[in-house]
């Protein structure tokens, strides 16, 4: 049974940092691509990043370059996405998804979502 999990959202000051992770299973991790979704209210859903093992690391999002870095460890089947500078607009809900081989492919399994919320 094919699972994806996030955690480590939460709500921060303008500037600060977190760390979300997406803890899969059900499936080999190497062999698929793990991509990054956010949704604010009101607006639609917004790739953010993915990986896989032919493309790397790849940021879909202008706005976040130089600013989060996605990584995967095989070994503990996740895929963590390391966000700083954050600002008011990184505010959403934080989805991780399964792709097939690549980045350029459609995500067909979700996770349940992890909120971020970027605020003084």
């Known amino acids: 049974q094919v699972q994806l999990v996030e955690s480590g959202g939460g709500s921060v000051q303008p500037g600060g940092s977190l760390r979300l992770s997406c803890a899969v299973s059900?499936?080999?991790?190497?062999?698929?691509?793990i991509g990054w979704f956010r949704q604010a209210p009101g607006k639609e859903r917004e790739g953010v990043s993915c990986?896989?093992?032919?493309?790397?690391?790849?940021y879909w999002a202008d706005s976040v370059k130089g600013r989060f870095t996605i990584s995967r460890d095989n070994a503990k089947n996740t895929v963590n996405l390391q966000m700083n500078s954050l600002k008011p607009e990184d505010t959403a809900v934080y989805y991780c998804?399964?792709?097939?081989?690549?980045?350029?492919?459609?995500?067909?399994?979700w996770g349940q979502g992890t909120q971020v919320t970027v605020s003084s």
């Open positions: 998804a399964r792709g097939g081989g690549r980045c350029t492919g459609g995500f067909a399994s």
């Open positions: 990986i896989s093992r032919r493309d790397g690391g790849i």
């Open positions: 059900g499936f080999t991790l190497n062999y698929h691509a």
